[in-house]
């Protein structure tokens, strides 16, 4: 099967999420992704789990689904052995991806002036929480952090309680597209000239450039978003955009409608005294109370059924197992499976972009710390004696089922 980006090579020294599902997109369509791992415990999001509870008894759900499709090498990189053999692996490397501190990898003689002195066509793309310089440089850099100190997390939620946090590394996860647009877009740079280059990739600024809408509004308007009471959906909108409940429990989105035709489906002639724009944004809270009663005179399949009959934008709201069952999600076949050695059949989701000439598809599950050293440096031209000699010394750790 043709692959997009076959014959792409990347080291992966990344942790955590972001650096990691930017090398999982890649790797998705072909890219060869070394996870070069700390010897021993690896990446960090192996001991990490949600509700405290392990895939298989001891495999964590946060590096399973970040982690497909890449070979493991568990490497101590302080070693002066190991970072002889990082350096010759560069040389044959396409791409160089990192999220340590600033700093730290350099410190270890894994900078990107260290990859372009030996392979002057790298490309070395480098994440971290703030940038490489500034004053929050020495902050840790984690996704709720960025979340609230870019001005997401005041947006979000009701206005007479606390701001709530989205229920996803939304940042990282931004972050990692950051990642993925700058390494494409510096292949194809490479390709035309020869040259390689460093990436700089912070959740900062990808959260500011994700939060853009709002902060030429806020910054062009002269407007400060206030979050209503009522929790609808974006504190720059106008009632009913929001969440609405109906009789038997359930809960449906409304975003956007023309007003009378949405209360004319909701058989509450009343509410015509709120059809303008201006008294729709001024008394959006008690608007969200009027139309929510309304909405709970329905179920909430019927209610579905009667706003997308006239073209109300609506969806219902579901957790993440209904959703899994949704008739649409099936029918693109976005929950699939692979085969662990250890957590048995993992259910994850498949890759979102479809291409008709090269397909992504999951080739490997997530792997075993440093599963695949052995072969890694065979590949690279080390002997089995150097190979068992990296083993004995501690220098290398390999975790085989």
């Given amino acids: 099967m043709n692959k997009a980006l076959k014959g792409v090579r990347i080291l992966d020294f990344s942790h955590l999420l972001q650096g990691p599902f930017a090398t999982q997109l890649l790797g998705d369509m072909g890219a060869d992704v070394i996870k070069i791992e700390r010897a021993g415990a690896g990446d960090m999001f192996r001991s990490m789990t949600f509700f405290a509870k392990w895939v298989g008894g001891s495999e964590s759900p946060n590096f399973l689904a970040w982690n497909r499709n890449k070979r493991s090498i568990a490497l101590n990189l302080k070693s002066r052995k190991v970072h002889a053999i990082v350096m010759d692996m560069a040389k044959k490397a396409d791409v160089v991806v990192q999220n340590f501190r600033p700093g730290v990898l350099a410190k270890l003689g894994y900078g990107y002036e260290d990859f372009k002195a030996v392979n002057p066509g790298i490309i070395y793309c480098s994440g971290s929480g703030y940038g490489e310089e500034g004053p929050y440089v020495e902050r840790p850099g984690q996704d709720m952090l960025i979340q609230g100190l870019s001005g997401l997390i005041s947006n979000t939620g009701r206005g007479d309680q606390a701001p709530v946090p989205a229920g996803a590394g939304l940042a990282d996860q931004i972050g990692a597209m950051n990642m ?12 035309k000239t020869g040259k390689g280059q460093k990436i700089e990739v912070n959740l900062l600024a990808g959260m500011l450039a994700h939060l853009n809408q709002e902060y030429v509004a806020v910054l062009n308007l002269g407007e400060d978003f206030v979050r209503p009471n009522s929790g609808i959906g974006h504190p720059g909108m106008q009632a009913p955009f929001g969440i609405y409940e109906a009789k038997d429990g359930g809960h449906v989105s409304i975003a956007m409608s023309p007003f009378k035709t949405l209360y004319e489906t909701l058989e509450a002639p009343q509410l015509a005294v709120y059809d303008d724009l201006k008294t729709l944004f001024d008394k959006r809270d008690e608007v969200f109370e009027k139309v929510n009663a309304e909405t709970r005179k329905f179920a909430t399949q019927d209610l579905l059924a009667r706003l997308l009959a006239v073209d109300i934008w609506c969806a219902e709201v579901k957790d993440i197992r209904r959703a899994a069952e949704d008739p649409q999600v099936k029918h693109m076949g976005m929950i699939t499976s692979y085969d662990h050695p250890r957590g048995g059949k993992v ?36 002997s089995k004696d150097e190979i068992a000699a990296l083993e004995a010394s501690g220098d290398m750790t390999v975790d085989a089922a």
């Fill in 180 to 191: 993925v647009y700058g390494i494409l877009s510096a292949l194809y740079y490479r390709e």
């Fill in 347 to 382: 259910r994850v989701v498949a890759p979102a972009v479809k291409m008709s000439e090269t397909p992504a598809t999951i080739e490997r599950p997530a792997p075993l710390v440093g599963q695949h050293g052995r072969e890694i440096l065979a590949e690279f031209g080390l």
